[in-house]
C-alpha cells in the first residue's frame, strides 16, 4: 500500500505570508494527487487535482506541483479564510490514501 | 448543485450495526461512482470504501473489510454503508463523496457527514 505523509503537522502564519505544504509518497504516484482544506465541522472540500489542477471555483492564490513521490500545496498570500486543515490523497492505486493532514494556524 | 446527504449515524454498542444512508441529488447519481471516507474524533481521513457506478466493482479498507458492505441504489439516488460487528475504533464521522473518475478518482463533493459512536 503507498504511505503519504505530509510536512509539517501544523504551520503557525500570518494574513500575506506565502505558505507551502509538503506531501511525500511511499512510491510513485505519477501526479494522481488531490489536496483537499478542512474546516472544523465541515466536510473537506476539493482544491488541486492531477497535482497542479486548480479546481473551479478556487481562488487563483492556491497552487499545486510535483510529480513522482514529492509534491507541493502552495498558498501565494494567506487570507483569513485559508486557515484550516490540508490533506493530500493519492489516486493512483487502490487504497486511496491520505496524508495525515497539515494544521495551518494564525501566528 | 450537487448535494450529498448522510443519514443513520448514532449511538451503537460493540458488537452492533448500522446501516447508513447518503441521498444524493443536483447530478445522474447513476453515472458516477461514490465512495465511504470517515474521520475519527480529531484524527485524519481514512478511506472506507467504494463502489462503481453499476455496484459491479467494489473496494473495501482492510480495516473494515468482512464488516462492512457498501451498496447502490441508482432508482432511488442513494448510497449505503451497512456496518456489522462494530467496534470502538469505527467511531468516526462517516462522509459520503462523488468520485470523479481520473486514474482511480478523487473525490470532488463531499456530505456534511454522519457521527457514528461504539460504546457500550
Known amino acids: 500500500d503507498i504511505q503519504m505523509t505530509q510536512s509539517p503537522s501544523t504551520l503557525s502564519a500570518s494574513v500575506g505570508d506565502r505558505v507551502t505544504i509538503t506531501c511525500r509518497a511511499s512510491?510513485?504516484?505519477?501526479?494522481?494527487l488531490a489536496w483537499y482544506q478542512q474546516k472544523p465541522g465541515k466536510a473537506p472540500k476539493l482544491l488541486i487535482y492531477?497535482?497542479?489542477s486548480l479546481e473551479s471555483g478556487v481562488p487563483s492564490r492556491f497552487s499545486g506541483s510535483g510529480s513522482g513521490t514529492e509534491f507541493t500545496l502552495t498558498i501565494s498570500s494567506l487570507q483569513p479564510d485559508d486557515f484550516a486543515t490540508y490533506y493530500c490523497?493519492?489516486?493512483?492505486?487502490?487504497?486511496?490514501?491520505f496524508g495525515q493532514g497539515t494544521k495551518v494556524e494564525i501566528k | 448543485q450537487v448535494q450529498l446527504v448522510e443519514s443513520g449515524g448514532g449511538l451503537v454498542k460493540p458488537g452492533g450495526s448500522l446501516r447508513l444512508s447518503c441521498a444524493a441529488s443536483?447530478?445522474?447519481?447513476?453515472?458516477?461512482?461514490m465512495s465511504w471516507i470517515r474521520q475519527a474524533p480529531g484524527k485524519g481521513l481514512e478511506w472506507v470504501s467504494y463502489i462503481s457506478s453499476s455496484g459491479s466493482t467494489i473496494y473495501y479498507a482492510d480495516s473494515v473489510k468482512g464488516r462492512f458492505t457498501i451498496s447502490r441504489d441508482n432508482a432511488k439516488n442513494s448510497l449505503y454503508l451497512q456496518m456489522n460487528s462494530l467496534r470502538a475504533e469505527d467511531t468516526a464521522v462517516y462522509y459520503c463523496?462523488?468520485?470523479?473518475?481520473?486514474?482511480?478518482?478523487?473525490?470532488?463533493?463531499w456530505g456534511q457527514g454522519t457521527l457514528v459512536t461504539v460504546s457500550s
Open positions: 490523497q493519492q489516486y493512483n492505486s487502490y487504497p486511496w490514501a
Open positions: 443536483g447530478f445522474t447519481f447513476s453515472d458516477y461512482y
Open positions: 512510491q510513485s504516484i505519477s501526479s494522481w
Open positions: 463523496a462523488r468520485v470523479r473518475l481520473e486514474r482511480r478518482g478523487y473525490f470532488d463533493y
Open positions: 492531477k497535482a497542479s
